[in-house]
């Protein structure tokens, strides 16, 4: 694997990510395609602000997909959420397959676990399917 499931970059960028499971998990899963940790590599590698990191990831998803497993002795495949910040602005990110939504933090703090936590404030979403 060649990523983290955390980092920060020069700009004071700081993305992380955990494992989620949905409906559309299965056995395509396994094809090698983007990781979680792929994402958050290529995300701290291209942007300057939260808002870009969740440009880089979502534009990476809908091309490239997400799937893969976790390691070279394990079929082991998820989804992923993301939590994107910086020193002005943050975003939950939570993906399943191709498709993504993602809610802008307003205030106070949030945190990301291995289920869903958006509900219906939807900032940002896919429009694939």
């Known amino acids: 694997m060649w990523g983290s499931e955390m980092g920060a970059n020069e700009w004071g960028v700081?993305?992380?990510n955990e494992a989620v499971?949905?409906?559309l998990n299965g056995p395509n899963d396994e094809e090698?395609?983007?990781?979680?940790?792929d994402l958050v590599?290529?995300?701290?590698?291209?942007a300057q602000t939260a808002r870009q990191a969740l440009d880089v990831?979502?534009?990476?998803l809908?091309?490239?997909g997400q799937g893969g497993t976790c390691s070279d002795t394990s079929s082991f495949t998820y989804h992923?959420?993301?939590l994107m910040a910086d020193p002005n602005e943050a975003y939950v990110l939570e993906t399943a397959d191709q498709q993504w939504a993602a809610q802008r933090v307003e205030s106070g703090f949030r945190n990301i676990s291995n289920c869903l936590s958006i509900g219906s404030k939807i900032d940002f979403m896919s429009n694939l399917y």
């Open 21 to 23: 499971w949905t409906q």
């Open 32 to 37: 090698e395609r983007l990781l979680g940790m």
């Open 41 to 46: 590599r290529l995300a701290l590698e291209r």
């Open 80 to 82: 992923n959420s993301f």
């Open 62 to 64: 809908e091309t490239y």
């Open 57 to 60: 990831i979502t534009n990476l």
């Open 14 to 16: 700081c993305v992380g």
